[in-house]
């Protein structure tokens, strides 16, 4: 009783944070509170007022009893510089926000269902889990290693099949059931992604604006057009032209100078993915194949033109290391960027910033493109992966699934609502944004093979770097081992 009382009184302090990070941030939120629960002092009495939930927001209603069974999880160790975050464990309540939300969130599935959870951390969970799996061991429940992990993890049999889990609905809002139709092949799923992985969000390819110079400049309200529809990528460029200022009068613009948009060679896939072009296609049986559009020469030819120029274009691979990896940031810091390309996690860099920022998503292809298309990157997220050794995938899978929906109940609102919307971000059209983007989740299946053989990403990257405009001719020497590439893999998951 002493642990239901402590966890009802934590979830009530977290539903009080979340419910005034909406009220402050926005007046829309994907993630419906936790049902209202008070108690009279000194009773163990408590009322809930019950909310509307639509079929997607209810939980799968679960009344199993696992007899304390330990839970183990596997996870990437975790790393501030790299923005990687603990997702699964928290010893104890310690005050600090989205610690307490997994501590709320872990106690709820283990009351629920009469489970420990165990977590173990380590740098090399592919590894780690193979070697596992090849012994035959039944090491961990429940791994979460990034995309490209799991990709490879897949490619060597390694995982259990998703839909094969017995108590996990994909219909649900706590499952990103988009990146599970991008990344099917033969309508085969080895990974899935939901509201545990928190690093999912952080990965979600953003841009910050720099509110100061956009008013300096005379730059268009950029709010007013995402909420338009028209911020495209022309638009967006043609914003970047007004900023540019060479400040010492050198003549020579460099990471010192004023620009309208930092970036690196990741933009050659990033931008051209945002306005939903796509390496991959797939037949009617769910098998994909490699090919280039039209669209995707005119729109990449383009896009090394404008990223080329270096009136308003500080592209930081010029640089070499480490200004590369530093310059961007440095830049937008002091009033010199406009735009700046980088992973949503990457916001609290700037939680010390003194002048004002906005978070808007990166631009469509055009204004006819229905959707603003959020690009999640496989290297940086956590996916929801079981061992194939797994001998209770019953368990295991009610397991995940009620841990889905506590995470979307608690750990998401904390991560989102509190820590980014109103702890980083500046205003209220940030958080408003941040509803749109975080709802249009993407993943060419491209870019999760990248570390699986399958080179195009990495290449276009490469032609990026060396303002090459000849993609066409670039792809069509490669096609055939892209496709090679490809179909090793297809045929590894088809079997």
């Not at 163990?44 to 679960?62: C, K, N």
């Amino acid at each position: 009783m002493k642990k239901s009382l402590r966890l009802i009184a934590l979830l009530l302090a977290l539903l009080a944070m979340s419910t005034a990070a909406v009220s402050c941030g926005s007046d829309k939120t994907d993630t419906p509170a936790a049902d209202t629960t008070t108690a009279a002092a000194g009773t163990d009495e408590t009322t809930v007022s019950e909310q509307t939930l639509t079929p997607a927001q209810t939980p799968v209603a679960f009344d199993e009893d696992y007899g304390g069974y330990d839970f183990r999880v596997i996870v990437m160790e975790n790393d501030e510089a790299a923005h990687i975050i603990e997702e699964i464990e928290a010893e104890t309540a310690n005050g600090e926000t989205l610690n307490d939300a997994i501590y709320a969130r872990n106690l709820a599935v283990m009351e629920k269902l009469n489970v420990k959870i165990t977590t173990t951390h380590n740098s090399g969970v592919l590894n780690a889990v193979k070697k596992s799996v090849q012994a035959g061991d039944d090491t961990w429940d429940l791994a979460l290693p990034t995309v490209y992990d799991a990709f490879s993890l897949a490619s060597v049999g390694a995982l259990t099949e998703v839909h094969e889990l017995p108590n996990v609905d994909f219909t649900k809002d706590w499952w990103a059931s988009d990146i599970l139709t991008d990344t099917s092949i033969a309508n085969k799923n080895y990974f899935a992604v939901s509201d545990i992985s928190m690093h999912t969000y952080g990965s979600a390819q953003v841009l910050a604006y720099n509110k100061t110079l956009a008013s300096n400049y005379n730059v268009s309200d950029l709010y007013a057009l995402v909420n338009s529809g028209e911020w495209t990528y022309g638009k967006m460029i043609e914003e970047c032209k007004k900023v540019s200022n060479d400040i010492n009068g050198d003549g020579v613009m460099d990471e010192n100078d004023v620009y309208g948009i930092g970036h690196l060679s990741s933009s050659a896939i990033i931008f051209p993915y945002s306005a939903d072009l796509f390496f991959v296609t797939k037949d009617s049986e769910d098998i994909p194949s490699i090919a280039l559009s039209e669209r995707f020469v005119s729109f990449f030819q383009q896009m090394v033109e404008d990223f080329s120029n270096t009136d308003y274009s500080m592209y930081t691979e010029r640089y070499g290391s480490p200004l590369r990896n530093t310059a961007g940031g440095t830049a937008f810091n002091e009033d010199r960027l406009l735009l700046y390309r980088l992973d949503l996690s990457y916001i609290v860099d700037f939680r010390d910033m003194t002048s004002d920022f906005g978070i808007i998503p990166t631009p469509k292809y055009d204004a006819a493109q229905e959707n603003y298309v959020t690009v999640i990157h496989p290297g940086a997220m956590s996916a929801i992966a079981v061992p194939v050794t797994n001998p209770d995938i019953d368990r295991t899978s009610a397991i995940i699934e009620e841990m889905s929906y506590q995470s979307y109940q608690y750990t998401k609102p904390a991560y989102i609502e509190v820590a980014i919307k109103t702890k980083y971000s500046r205003d209220e059209e940030s958080a408003q944004m941040l509803d749109l983007i975080l709802s249009n989740f993407r993943l060419d299946l491209a870019f999760g093979l990248a570390n699986s053989g399958l080179s195009i990403t990495g290449d276009m990257r490469e032609l990026l770097n060396k303002f090459d405009t000849n993609v066409t001719s670039a792809f069509e020497k490669k096609a055939e081992k892209y496709q090679n590439a490809l179909d090793k893999v297809v045929d590894k998951i088809v079997g």
